[in-house]
């Protein structure tokens, strides 16, 4: 069964804000304590280098680091061999148009992405095809603003060698149909790239079943620490391409002018890791497992609903995406800017996105100067959306006083 | 009165609403923007023998941005370039909620006193004036790649 309460004790933020209304989960999820116990774990007990030394820390520290990438390769049901671990997933997206596009991307192919996207899923190609000369495709949008396979058919064609698309837009919440668009791709042989960082934390991720050739997501935004991400890569792919960094550990036998690299994925992965980072990731792993993505999607879209319902009996406000799938709200109180409105939640202890949330697209595409982002997880409660809702009323009635304007 | 109502005081409304020396004519100008919420702010100024002869300002943003725009056209327009730098600067300390002494050179900026209880609105109060600081420092900012 699924308790809020309880799962509201699993986090140290509540116990020094008991009345903290926390809506800023696409941004980034709180941390519970047992991914800062795991990460104070290996630091207190056996915080050494990883790969490198032949003594038992050393060899204990590796082991936790691999018992890591499996939980997480599993979560999304990769090879251990096919998960890179990288800053996060705008990192991840990066090295992918670096690493394959500057190889593969040729003058006059061309590169499908869409306006629902956050910049780090298509700027990154956005230069690349710069480079190249290659032409960048934005699929058309439907009325509601999702992405279609439609509307995908209708961009797509031979020149296209590479899709890169959000699995869920950070903004509207929608889920993109990307299992069927990613069929259709492989059809003229062009290469998928998911987005995943905001469906990680709601969706059932299987790359198999999707069959994507790159899937990327970050930690933070699904009860992990900040600072580290995964990307997964087919293990074809993977071994198509070369690594973008040298140095350290990713190497298997230097000479001065020859190197052979190691096996995929450590061949992508330079440098001391964020060893603690990892270990919390994995945690964090854990924890939605036991919890169960199913009971989370439940309890949000539970959550969302009775949101909505609440908030389609105010006036005054604008909800952009009232047919969203995962718990996002993203909306304006009339004739207010997002920014304004935001500094009255923050006096209400209510913490939500205010701007373009990096997809300035998005908000180009809604003819808005950005929106206000309500968005759920695990640890919200019925009493934070009421206090979310009243809080909206309050806005609106504060904004039409200062405006001179009567009540209706 | 508390710390909403002392930001949202009734003339920064009014000059949201009802922007003075607003569109663009042409002189040399600033564009600055606030990437996370969105606030677009380009400054133009004509300045002939070191004097302010006219201040326009264009763009998009949050009431504290865009009225304090307007204000500061309104505020700076036929000072010397010495004076309206001493302004800005005194300008900073306000809204950063340093005590200052001759208040009445703010005249109606005074109203963002209340902007330093709400530190994550600094920077949209400061955005327009940054703006004009480079066009007194001759300094031009458009960067793309």
């Given at each position: 069964?699924?308790?809020a309460k309880?799962?509201?004790?699993l986090f140290?933020?509540y116990?020094?804000?008991?009345h903290?209304?926390y809506?800023d989960?696409s ?5 519970p ?6 990460m104070?774990?290996y630091?207190s007990?056996?915080g050494?280098?990883?790969h490198?030394?032949?003594?038992h ?5 590796t082991e ?6 499996e939980?997480?390769?599993d979560?999304i049901n990769s ?10 997933a ?5 090295m992918m148009a670096l690493?394959y596009g500057d190889k593969?991307?040729?003058?006059g192919?061309?590169?499908i992405?869409?306006e ?5 899923s ?9 480079r190249?000369?290659?032409e960048l495709r ?5 009325a509601?603003?999702?992405?279609t396979v439609?509307?995908?058919?209708k961009?797509?064609d031979?020149k296209?060698k590479v899709?890169?698309l ?7 919440g929608?889920?993109t149909?990307i299992?069927?668009i990613?069929?259709?791709a492989?059809?003229h042989?062009?290469?998928?790239i998911v ?8 969706i059932?991720i ?9 899937l990327a997501f970050s930690a933070?935004?699904?009860l992990g620490?900040?600072g580290?991400?995964a990307?997964y890569?087919k293990k ?5 391409i070369d690594p973008l960094?040298?140095?350290g550990d990713?190497?298997n036998?230097?000479?001065k002018t ?5 096996e995929i994925?450590?061949?992508f992965?330079?440098?001391t890791?964020?060893?603690?980072e990892?270990?919390g990731f994995?945690?964090?792993v854990e924890l939605i ?7 989370i999607?439940?309890?949000?879209i ?6 909505l319902?609440k ?8 909800v952009y995406n009232p047919?969203?799938d995962?718990?996002i709200i993203?909306?304006?109180i ?6 304004d409105?935001?500094?009255?939640f ?7 996105r205010?701007?373009h949330?990096?997809a300035?697209?998005v908000?180009k ?5 950005g929106t206000?982002?309500?968005s ?5 409660d019925?009493?934070d959306?009421?206090?979310?809702v009243?809080?909206v009323k ?6 039409r006083?200062?405006?001179?304007e009567k009540?209706? | ?17 009802h922007p003075?020396?607003?569109g663009?004519k042409g002189f040399?100008q600033?564009r600055?923007y ?6 677009d ?6 300045i002939?023998s070191?004097?302010?002869?006219e201040?326009?300002f264009d ?8 009225s304090?725009?307007?204000?500061l056209?309104?505020l700076?327009?036929g000072?010397s370039?010495?004076?309206a730098?001493k302004?800005?600067a005194?300008?900073?300390?306000l809204?950063?909620?340093?005590v200052i002494d001759g208040?009445?050179?703010l005249?109606?900026?005074m109203?963002?006193?209340g902007?330093s209880?709400f530190p994550?609105?600094i920077?949209c109060a ?6 004009l600081?480079q066009l007194?420092?001759?300094?031009n900012n458009?960067q793309?790649?």
């Amino acid at each position: 069964m699924f308790n809020a309460k309880k799962i509201r004790d699993l986090f140290p933020m509540y116990r020094l804000y008991p009345h903290l209304v926390y809506l800023d989960n696409s941004a980034t999820a709180l941390t519970p304590q047992v991914v800062l116990d795991k990460m104070n774990e290996y630091y207190s007990q056996y915080g050494v280098n990883i790969h490198r030394g032949v003594y038992h820390l050393s060899y204990k520290a590796t082991e936790e680091y691999d018992k890591a990438r499996e939980r997480i390769a599993d979560f999304i049901n990769s090879d251990f061999s096919e998960l890179v671990f990288t800053k996060n997933a705008s990192n991840s997206l990066n090295m992918m148009a670096l690493m394959y596009g500057d190889k593969y991307l040729q003058a006059g192919d061309a590169v499908i992405t869409s306006e629902l996207e956050h910049h780090s899923s298509f700027l990154p190609w956005m230069k690349m095809c710069k480079r190249k000369n290659a032409e960048l495709r934005f699929i058309p949008l439907n009325a509601d603003g999702r992405i279609t396979v439609d509307n995908f058919r209708k961009v797509f064609d031979k020149k296209v060698k590479v899709v890169a698309l959000t699995y869920v837009s950070n903004v509207l919440g929608y889920i993109t149909p990307i299992k069927e668009i990613i069929a259709l791709a492989h059809r003229h042989n062009a290469i998928v790239i998911v987005d995943a960082a905001q469906a990680a934390a709601h969706i059932k991720i299987d790359v198999k079943d999707l069959d994507c050739d790159c899937l990327a997501f970050s930690a933070h935004k699904m009860l992990g620490p900040t600072g580290i991400g995964a990307l997964y890569g087919k293990k074809e792919l993977l071994l198509s391409i070369d690594p973008l960094e040298y140095g350290g550990d990713m190497n298997n036998s230097v000479s001065k002018t020859e190197l052979t690299i190691k096996e995929i994925p450590f061949c992508f992965e330079t440098g001391t890791a964020a060893i603690a980072e990892v270990l919390g990731f994995a945690q964090a792993v854990e924890l939605i497992n036991g919890i169960g993505l199913k009971n989370i999607g439940q309890h949000c879209i539970t959550l969302h609903k009775y949101a909505l319902s609440k908030l389609t009996n105010l006036k005054g406000l604008t909800v952009y995406n009232p047919k969203a799938d995962i718990p996002i709200i993203s909306f304006n109180i009339d004739g207010v800017h997002p920014h304004d409105a935001a500094t009255f939640f923050d006096e209400s202890g209510i913490c939500l996105r205010a701007g373009h949330h990096c997809a300035q697209l998005v908000s180009k595409w809604l003819e808005c100067n950005g929106t206000l982002r309500a968005s759920f997880y695990i640890y919200n409660d019925y009493q934070d959306v009421d206090r979310f809702v009243e809080t909206v009323k309050e806005t609106v009635d504060f904004f039409r006083k200062v405006a001179g304007e009567k009540n209706e | 009165m508390n710390n909403l109502e002392n930001l949202y005081r009734q003339v920064i409304i009014e000059h949201y609403k009802h922007p003075r020396n607003k569109g663009l004519k042409g002189f040399p100008q600033a564009r600055l923007y606030n990437p996370s919420c969105g606030d677009d702010i380009t400054m133009e100024t004509k300045i002939d023998s070191g004097i302010i002869q006219e201040i326009n300002f264009d763009g998009t943003g949050c009431s504290i941005c865009c009225s304090s725009a307007s204000i500061l056209t309104e505020l700076l327009k036929g000072k010397s370039i010495t004076e309206a730098k001493k302004i800005i600067a005194k300008y900073y300390s306000l809204i950063k909620g340093e005590v200052i002494d001759g208040e009445e050179e703010l005249a109606e900026a005074m109203v963002y006193q209340g902007v330093s209880k709400f530190p994550a609105r600094i920077k949209c109060a400061a955005l327009p004036w940054k703006a004009l600081e480079q066009l007194l420092d001759g300094e031009n900012n458009e960067q793309k790649s």
